[in-house]
């Protein structure tokens, strides 16, 4: 699914990568962890196509990743960045977000798919009624998740996907995106049951 050759990058005079490689396998779930500032980031923003400036070669499910080809590998990989600078009243919005663009239109969801995700995630049906302001940043982050998931495309990137969560629902959801056969999973996290898990 992912193949790096020789990837280097800089920030300034900052080395952020030397000469990396990796590969990664269908199906298999990745996270990477370690100090802020380090480059966990920076690979998922590189691998989801907003870092056009690095050395080597990447590429993603056999495509090369450039700017030519960016379009063909977001059909294929669902993006959820730690911070985003979304400024939406609603949840249905926030919840909406992803399924907006062109590419994601014909991953609309059914309220079926949606009850079952949610019920999953320990979020209730009616929540997508509420003014965003009126819920909490775990839910917030369950909305998200929920959302990259139900685009159903086979790889996932996730920044700190359990940041705000409390334990027992952070391991239900970490169970339920690692124990999914089909996705690539690569995670930039520093909690410790989904680095155990992965």
Sequence with gaps: MIKIENLSIKFKDEIIFDNFSMELKKG??????G?????????LNLLAGYIPDFKGEIFVSGIALNSANISEIRKITSWLPQETVLSFETVKELFNAPFEFVLNKKNIPNQNDINKIFNKFELSENLLSKKLKDISGGQRQRIMLASCLLLEKPLLLIDEPTSALDESVKKKIANYILNKKNLTVIAATHDNFWIDNS
């Design 28 to 33: 298999d779930k990745l996270a990477i962890t």
């Design 35 to 43: 100090k802020s500032g380090k480059g966990k980031s920076t690979l």
